[in-house]
């Protein structure tokens, strides 16, 4: 069953602070899990705070009939930290009037950007690392263009702004998850369990040489969202790692 999540719709920078909808991902067993190649954790849960959503801009005089609008489709982590560690690669699916509708990209940032004239609905499949689950999240997102007040002029500085905010918890993640995610500042981790003892780490796949994977500098990021659910879950973990409580 796919995934859908509860919009926001600004047309520019602000706060939201919407019921988020919480996903479970659970791992199959496999040979591996049996072999104890892959050890897991029990009775812990790790979750991610994710954003998926768009950003369109009216391109004004330079609008055609075909292209009245450049938008950017994106996943990013909830406080723009990279989420590399956790997502492998992600499928956007486009209309199908767009060349190549079917676009992967495969390091962080997670995004593309097209032009176009028509509001449809892209779909948005999140695949992980191995370690973190091997099943896949299939979400949708809608596509604005215009603003919901349609009174005067479109701007061409003030950009239509629609993001979803989901918590995506992995229960009894792998033993290489979750270490490789104990201090990250985009995943909110328990306490190490008592006696546990972390695993040597091999690097993920998709480690972004070229560039940072965050998106805290990012050109559009004056228009993100602020969730203020992932602002305080994060500080809230990041203090039980500091004092060690559970």
């Not at 994710?50 to 994106?74: D, M, P």
């Not at 270490?179 to 796949?205: T, Y």
Request: aromatic share 8%.
């Amino acid at each position: 069953m796919p995934h859908t999540a509860i919009e926001a719709q600004v047309e520019d920078g602000g706060s939201a602070s919407k019921p988020q909808r919480i996903i479970k991902l659970s791992k199959t067993t496999d040979d591996s899990d049996k072999k104890g190649t892959n050890k897991r954790v029990k009775d812990i849960e790790i979750c991610v705070p994710i954003v998926y959503g768009t950003i369109a801009f009216y391109l004004g005089r330079k609008a055609s009939e075909s292209q009245s609008h450049k938008w950017t489709v994106y996943v990013r982590g909830a406080t723009n930290e990279d989420l590399g560690a956790v997502i492998k690669h992600v499928v956007f699916q486009l209309h199908p009037s767009f060349n190549n509708p079917t676009r992967i990209v495969e390091a962080p940032p997670f995004e593309l950007s097209e032009c176009g004239w028509g509001e449809f609905e892209i779909g948005i499949s999140i695949f992980f690392h191995s370690d973190v689950c091997d099943k896949h999240l299939d979400l949708y997102h809608m596509l604005k263009l215009y603003p919901e007040d349609e009174s005067g002029p479109q701007s061409t500085k003030k950009p239509v702004v629609m993001e979803s905010y989901n918590e995506i918890v992995f229960p009894d993640p792998s033993e290489c998850f979750f270490a490789r995610v104990q201090n990250h500042p985009a995943v909110v981790v328990p306490r190490m369990p008592a006696g546990f003892s972390l695993p040597v780490l091999a690097p993920v796949e998709n480690t972004n040489e070229e560039g940072r994977g965050d998106t805290k500098d990012h050109p559009l990021s004056q228009w993100f969202l602020n969730f203020s659910e992932a602002d305080e879950l994060l500080k809230l973990a990041s203090a039980r790692q500091q004092v060690g409580i559970a």
